[in-house]
């Protein structure tokens, strides 16, 4: 039958590529590469097993307890209990229900609308985005900042550079570097595997072909971090194998070099720069009798004097680019390294010309150095929140456990609200916050959580009602990025498993239910909105001298692509070339490496210049118990947690459970072999995992990536808290700074040990026990 033959063509985008899909008798077989990516990621290929496997979620759930005994702290059952099958109307009569409940007893603010987390690439079908326009539609709720991918930049550089995102996003692109750049100084690696993803959608990878065409054209890299592989064997990187978290510290000895050597472009740090003079004193060791030289620098890094005070001549040398991995914000003080590495560029008196200066972020993602230029897509518009309260986002557990305490951020003492109801759509907090054990007590206090999910992930356990969303490739959508020139069509490639709803369905159910329909969906269907979606867009485009076509033409073709930039990218070229027109949002209209704004909040952590601080955890301290420091770093078979069950993820596994990289010296000082399941742990918990004996990581260093599925082990066993090789359970849960209250998952020293103890199955990629609902009918 015509039915039964392979269906090509139907386009398909997420934050990891844009890929065709094969479908056969209404069920999606393979997904294939855009033929416009040269380098399409694998990860899509791992959804395709599970749209319809034994994880999927198919009917809405309420926990069983909840449901019995109704609203209320679970004591320990969440993550633990059973769920019970309900209808639509029975789930959406509850969920209304509840939250009309919190809202007359306790108020708006009691609601901690908590979607964090990059969801899907849809412009509408944006988790985040519907859930904030819903809970604004009834009232409000309680809001984070930041994100967990490098909040303490989020906040510092608009002091330093006068904002975040176009420093971000305006790297010096790729082609620049091959041409200009002698030496790119990488802390923190360029990790291509990072690069496989844009926030919204990707339509060309380029990172790896920027990379490697770069060092094809003579470009010299130097990879400064604790793992050889976060630079392509390919580009030749010389590798210095510094400790984790001691950036600031070989910055420091840099700058001082620098300085002493006579180095420094004086001329630039006038022009350009204000407050050299009030970090100068630091710097030299005149404020605090301790100058950070190059011998300083050593004992705290690993390396040696002489092998730092030589790249420091080398830099001053070359046309050089520093380059800044978003994970050095994670840290301990993650406020400084980014500060320290503007010193030094600014030392260098480079930023601003073709290949030399910094960049923030080379490979976190795709964009990060294209030669793109992205087209201003609409979004879905998320209303006004009348809830002024708020918390950094890392700090939920505290907010859940320590109601009406103060919080220091950003020079502001705010108090956590007490939350009685957390609804939560888009992301997963049991993958990207720390120390899971204390999320998951945590997690216990309020009244009810409200989940929607498409799969029994650690988030869905651990809520009171599940309702099952459909994914991406289950509705329509547009992929759109500010970061990537391709605007997607994403057409439907079939019908939702089960009963699943998009969220604009659910929400558009409970807005009826709550009297605010009309507010919620303004009487439009998805056509409607994608139509008035794509309307705005082609009008902001066209602002910008962008041609988009007709709504209907665009989806027949299923794709558009903007075409490049005539100018090359360069970072601050316009600021370097005319500061008098164009200054930079600071105070003074300049770099500021002091800034008098810091100076003044009085965190003796964040002076106002950079600025070491020993880090709580660090490798460099290794006396005690633990003695290890444990990096976490991004996973390169699947975005964060997601798709953690697809193929693509699972095969990477060993045994079953996640591979951590041990250095040899390391492993035999344990007696640990190559393939040993071991155990991982810290004073926050410990997990189980399989051991890999590498000399790609430095000797005192373990390297264990995040995104495996939580999987805490049955109540009763009191030396694991996950057998599946989850590191945030190891991690601590401590804000980077008074400043930004980052999270600092790097900075983390653990043991590691050969497990001899009774080997539990992983039940990571088992579903809870499910009950149909008891009839309650005649």
Known sequence: MNSARPVKGTLTSSHWGTYRVHSRNGAVTALEGFELDPDPSPIGQGIVDVLEGPLRITRPMVRKGWLEHGPGRADGLRGRDEFVEVSWPRAIELVSGELDRVRSQYGNEAIYGGSYGWSSAGRFHHAQSQLKRFLNTIGGFTYSV???????????????????????????????????????????????????????????????????????????????????????????AQWYPIYPGSDVALLLGIAHTLHEEGLADQAFLARYTTGFDRF????????DGEPKSADWAAARTGLSADSIRELSREMARKRTMISVSWSLTRQDNGEQPYWAAIAVAAMLGQLGTPGGGIGFGYSAMNAIGANYRGIPGASLPQGNNPVKRFIPVARIADMLLKPGETFEYNGLT?????????????GNPFHHHQDLD??????????????HEWCWNAQAKHADIVLPAATSLERNDIASSSRDPF?????????????????YEIFGRLASALGVQEAFTKNRDESGWLQALYDETREKAKASNIDLPAFTEFVARGWFENSAPEEPQILLKRFRDDPARYPLKTPSGKIELYSEQVAAFGYEECPGFPFWNEPTEWAGRTAGEYRLHLISNQPKNKLHSQLDHGAHSRELKI???????????????????????????????????????????????????????????????????????????????????????????????VDIEVYNGPVMPVRAFVPPVVREEADTSG
Request: proline letters at 6%.
């Open 655 to 749: 045994n079953g459970r996640e591979p951590v990289l041990i250095h040899p010296q390391d492993a035999e000082e344990r007696a640990i072999n190559d393939g040993s399941l071991v155990r991982l742990f810290s004073p926050r918990g410990a997990c189980l995992c399989t051991a890999v004996i590498s000399d790609e990581v430095r000797p005192g260093v373990l390297q264990l990536s995040t995104g495996a599925w939580y999987d805490p082990p049955a109540e009763g066993v009191a030396d694991l808290s996950c057998l599946h090789g989850n590191p945030n359970v190891l991690t601590r849960d401590e804000g980077t700074s008074r400043l930004a209250q980052g999270p600092s998952a790097m900075s983390c020293l």
């Open 487 to 503: 605007l997607i069509f994403m057409e439907k490639a079939r019908e939702p498993v089960g009963e699943s709803l998009t969220d």
């Open 146 to 236: 930041n994100t967990y991918s490098y909040a303490a930049a989020e906040v510092t550089l608009p002091y330093v550079l006068g904002d975040f995102y176009s420093m971000v996003n305006g790297a010096t692109s790729w082609d620049v570097l091959k041409e200009h750049c002698e030496l790119f100084v990488a802390f923190g690696g360029v990790p291509v595997r990072n690069g496989q993803v844009t926030n919204g959608g990707v339509g060309r990878h380029v990172q790896k072909q920027g990379v490697l065409e770069a060092a094809g054209n003579g470009l010299q890299f130097v990879n400064v971090g604790p793992l050889r592989s976060d630079v392509l064997e390919e580009a030749g």
């Open 280 to 287: 100068l004193p630091y710097l030299l060791g005149a404020s």
């Open 438 to 451: 204390r999320l998951r007590r945590a997690w216990q206090k309020p009244d009810t959580v409200i989940v």
């Open 414 to 426: 705010e108090t956590y609200p007490e939350i009685r109801l957390v609804y939560w759509a888009g």
